[in-house]
């Protein structure tokens, strides 16, 4: 059963628009939501990340809106740039403390000029 | 910013023969992980280490594998015996707390 669900699978944007990518979760427990990119052939990156204490945050061009009665988080990627493609990872951190990480299948966006 | 450093990049190697994967943390960082990730797939946890121990591991984590960080120095994932199924790209991450990752560039390691 796959714990942490990512949609879609690819998406395309122009660039200057907003791309919107989707996670949901199963477990209530977790506590701890980040998002990592990963461009080809190289390793993932933290991009941002937020807890359940706030229900956004924002770094940039980049925002987290989460949801916790629905148990779903999105990362909302404004004024898109061809620098942005890439893969992106949501992932949870497992209950009980230990840093685990449970990643989703990764959203691959690709921004067109 | 600091990195962690993997070594080697690439590996291949005979299918039951041993291999050790080193990972070089940020140096300060009291938490390591290894995960797993196959071509286009997401990646995918197989064990903690802190303060010396495994803190958890996941149901990839086989018998075959084992780790360790012998007095501070590098911390190793070693596979023996490897199987055809082991082949995959192997990121290393360490963090302060345990939250936060930073993450390896990965050694890409294929058996045959």
């Known amino acids: 059963q796959q714990q942490v669900r990512q949609s879609p699978q690819s998406l395309t944007v122009w660039e200057g628009e907003t791309a919107i990518l989707n996670c949901s979760y199963e477990d209530s427990t977790f506590d701890y939501f980040p998002w990592y990119h990963q461009f080809p052939g190289e390793s993932p990156a933290l991009l941002i990340a937020?807890?359940?204490?706030?229900n956004k945050k924002e770094d940039g061009r980049f925002t987290i809106f989460f949801n916790k009665r629905e148990k779903k988080f999105s990362l909302h990627i404004a004024d898109s740039q061809p620098g942005d493609s890439a893969t992106y990872f949501c992932?949870?951190?497992?209950?009980?403390?230990?840093?685990?990480?449970?990643f989703g299948l990764g959203t691959t966006l690709q921004v067109q000029p | 910013g600091p990195k962690v450093l993997q070594i080697p990049s690439h590996q291949i190697i005979d299918m039951g023969q041993m291999v050790t994967l080193n990972c070089d943390p940020v140096?300060?960082?009291?938490?390591f992980y290894w995960y797993k990730q196959i071509l286009g797939q997401q990646m995918e946890f197989l064990v903690n280490f802190y303060n010396g121990k495994v803190m958890e591991k996941s149901k990839l984590f086989k018998d075959q594998f084992s780790v360790e960080r012998p007095d501070g120095s590098y911390f190793t994932l070693k596979i023996q015996p490897t199987a055809l199924e082991d082949s995959a790209v192997y990121f290393c991450a360490s963090s302060f707390s345990n939250s936060d990752y930073t993450f390896g560039s990965g050694t890409r390691l294929l058996v045959i």
């Open positions: 992932a949870a951190s497992g209950p009980g403390n230990t840093g685990k990480l449970i």
């Open positions: 140096s300060n960082h009291l938490y």
């Open positions: 937020i807890r359940p204490v706030s």
